[in-house]
């Protein structure tokens, strides 16, 4: 339809949602479809954060807030980053509530970007990154992540992908799709990047209380003179199973929080008010050992799946460093990532994620999400053993 503007008409659909919906509408068809595709635990949002958000509406927290959000929500998220992060962020002008990280990410780039800037991305990356950047007139410029770099950036290839038009940097970590949790030696590739090329760094840390094996997250941030040129998002959709809510905050110098409040304004006014208190609760001083308990098991799903999934005929799996997801080698299968994907959600009724939708550095590979219930796991084992102990060789066509 020519009514339908150029950026709509030529962005794709995010693969990981679509995948979602399709095996929601299938379920609602009848069909036993086990999905692994989104990012979504199995479990709800704990009890006592939503406790919190109920008393909440029935006090009458019902309102818009302040655009850059609750005071209270915003001191919770200082707390956090001082607590957690070695950070020290002033609430009133460092931070902003957002509806999570997605709108965060839009936020800073319409708050840094101008037509036709060129912006460092992941191939592969979250599918979202590039549609964002072309919303908001910015150039995606992907930057190999290489398996025999272990899916790292390489100092080299990100100098050559600069320009005269390179504005900004964006990364993820830990890394979705890859598992990837970045040492402070590949932070200081990042670093030096940016401060020898004077550009803004986005660093999305949604996954960054998901560190497996002992590891820990650190922040882009705290690395010497990253602090004024660093914008941090984070959020509780993936640790607290709080997708629903869309809560998150973004942290950044003061002028890019500024310019952030000014879009908010316009475009959303504000995170909604009893997510807030929900959020603030979540970020709380004290982490229940309930939620402890849970991350842990968390970490004991991943680590049974990617076993399994490793044993598999014509398939690698590695133990994921940070997140939740399995990023499965498929490429001795000979299929083609999304082929396979579909093969697999049609013929054998589990959905999964194509690496190819990541990017084409993703093509050879699928993402699985690791946090569905161990029923769902075991269960889900028993179709994928099916499928690939029966798999034949793709039929080619000319």
């Known amino acids: 339809m020519s009514v339908l503007a150029h950026r709509v008409r030529e962005a ?43 008393q909440a509406l029935h006090q009458g927290d019902t309102h818009q807030t302040m655009a850059q959000g609750k005071p209270e929500f915003r001191e919770a998220c200082a707390r956090k980053l001082a607590r957690e992060n070695d950070l020290s962020v002033d609430p009133d002008t460092g931070i902003i509530a957002t509806m999570g990280c997605k709108q965060g990410l839009l936020l800073a780039l ?67 799709p890859t598992g990837v949790v970045h040492t402070p030696d590949d932070l200081a590739v990042i670093a030096g990047l940016a401060q020898r090329r004077d550009l803004m760094v986005i660093a999305d840390e949604t996954y960054e209380r998901l560190t497996w094996g002992g590891r820990r997250h650190t922040a882009l941030a705290t690395l010497p003179g990253m602090a004024e040129r660093t914008i941090g998002l984070m959020g509780l959709t993936k640790s607290f199973s709080m997708g629903g809510w869309r809560i998150g905050f973004a942290y950044a110098p003061r002028p890019v929080i500024d310019s952030m409040v000014v879009l908010q304004q316009h475009l959303m006014t504000c995170a909604g008010s009893f997510a807030q208190t929900g959020g603030a609760a979540a970020l709380g001083d004290a982490l229940p050992a309930s939620v402890r308990a849970l991350w842990d098991d968390w970490e004991k799903r991943c680590r049974y799946l990617v076993t399994e999934l490793d044993q598999l005929p014509g398939l690698a799996c590695a133990m994921p460093e940070g997140g939740f997801y399995a990023w499965i080698d498929c490429a001795e299968t000979g299929w083609d990532s999304e082929a396979l994907a579909g093969h697999l959600l049609q013929n054998h009724h589990v959905a999964l994620v194509p690496g190819a939708a990541f990017g084409p550095r993703g093509e050879g590979y699928l993402r699985m999400t690791c946090v569905k219930s161990w029923d769902d796991l075991r269960a889900g084992l028993i179709r994928l053993k099916t499928c690939f102990s029966t798999l034949s060789s793709p039929i080619k066509t000319s």
């Not at 708050?111 to 964002?132: M, R």
């Not at 930057?143 to 080299?156: K, S």
């Open 110 to 176: 319409m708050a840094t970007l101008n037509p036709g800037d060129e912006i460092l991305v992941e191939d592969p990356g979250f599918v979202s990154y590039q549609p964002a950047i072309r919303f908001c007139g910015g150039v995606p410029v992907p930057v190999p992540l290489r398996a025999e770099n272990d899916f790292r950036w390489h100092p080299e290839n990100l100098e050559a992908a600069c320009t005269d038009q390179t504005r900004a940097l964006l990364f993820c970590s830990p890394h979705n």
């Open 12 to 54: 794709p659909s995010s693969a990981t949602v679509r995948i979602a919906d399709r095996a929601a509408s299938l379920r609602r068809q009848g069909v036993d479809v086990l999905d692994f595709s989104a990012g979504r635990a199995a479990e709800h949002t704990p009890a006592y954060i939503c406790d919190v958000a109920v």
